[in-house]
């Protein structure tokens, strides 16, 4: 298989740079690990299909008769020159490119603290994927907590299938929200879907400065404990969807050996004006260059494939567009910084590492990322470090380092693939 344009990613970024690229005339490829195009935001499930924004993008994508469109499909390893290695659920194989734009997104940031690994707790956006994909909430009482817009999202997907949603505890200062949300007269569109949102979850106690400082229960989640200045309050759930943020993807980005910079607190995949990364011909676009939300997201997945088709006046008409947007992103990212007091959460005997259970004081003895791993296999685990890497990152103060291929777990048939062609 091979394309002129190979996108990885069929979230915003990767959906609307498809649609430029399509509409040139080029040879588009578009790979993505879940079932349905949409990413994150646009995620489609038995319960959700896509509307308005996302149903054109999709509905576009779809009626392209140049784009071929590889869904249940995982980027495992980049396998060579202009090559990537791919699986899906019955194959592994190569796939080649001119050109390449990575838009593969951004995850949950999770920070550890007693018993964030009971059954019953997940992430926020983990939830609301689950809920999207058919897991039924009706009554079920779910505290969402962690931090940032994501949140919102979260609840209201879940109090749309029936779940009560017991309270949404951001740890961000309420000076520093109410500022947030003043600001978002620069962003009409934005103002709309936030007032939406506080109406429809008017009756639901938003506490701000707050935090989970344990979820209890004897072998699945009964109640957490929220803390708030110096108060504490026990608050009965059978469910509990907490994240700190998304940090983005930068795996494939590192793999390919593209420049990776910090961007608000976090490593991104850098890039320039025109969304070009450290090498040829390859272009990233949305989170995985920052996390901005879907409207940068879309417009960077444009500017990308204009630059990949050539077109950089078609890019630069743009640029302003992505402007706003990135302002949008700042002052987010300034209102939701995470506060420094959450490093202390996790108790010595709190797992830190889920895959390879290390509790959090066992990786704290050691000086960096490195000799932890060496000594405890923290992070060496299938999620390769994704996690807890993160955690461990803001908790200890250690240097990231990224994972090595492949990826994810892939069948061994699938990596023999390489072999074989080389
Ligand atoms: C779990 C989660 C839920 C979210 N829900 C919301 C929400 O409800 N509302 C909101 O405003 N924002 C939400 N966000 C924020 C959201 O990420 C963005 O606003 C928007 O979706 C970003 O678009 P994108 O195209 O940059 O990336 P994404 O939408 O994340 O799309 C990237 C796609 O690339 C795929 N991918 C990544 N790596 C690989 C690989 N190696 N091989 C194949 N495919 C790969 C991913 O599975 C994903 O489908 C959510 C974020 C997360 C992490």
Known sequence: MNFDILIIGAGPAGLNAASVAAQAGAKVGIVDDNALPGGQIWRQGPQHRAKGRAHEAIEAMQRSTNVTYLSGTRVVQASGARQLLVEDASRGYTIGYGKLIVAAGARERFLPYP???????TGAGGLQALVKGGMPVRGERIVIAGSGPL????????????????????QAAPHAVRQFAASLV????????AA?????????????GAHVSAAL???????????????????????????????????LGTALGCGIDENQGVLAIAVDDLQSTTQPDIYAAGECTGVGGMELSAVEGRIAAYAALGNVAQARALFAQRERYRRFAARMHTAFALDPQLRGLAAPDTVLCRCEDVR????????NWRDAKLHTRCGMGPCQGRICGEAAAFC???ERNGARAPFSPARIGTLMQVQTQT
């Open 360 to 367: 959090f004081a066992d990786a704290a003895l050691h000086r």
């Open 151 to 170: 949140l919102w999202a979260a609840a209201l997907t879940a109090r749309e299938q029936g779940a009560r949603v017991m309270a949404i505890v951001e």
């Open 217 to 251: 229960g004897d072998g699945q989640l009964s109640h957490v404990m929220v803390k708030q200045g110096e108060k504490e309050t026990r608050i009965d759930c059978d469910r509990l969807a907490c994240a700190f943020g998304l940090v983005p993807n930068t795996t």
């Open 186 to 193: 620069y962003t009409p569109a934005k103002l709309a879907q």
């Open 396 to 398: 200890l103060g250690w």
């Open 115 to 121: 018993g964030w690994t009971l059954p019953g707790v």
């Open 196 to 208: 939406r949102m506080r109406f429809d979850l008017r009756a639901t106690p938003y506490l701000c």
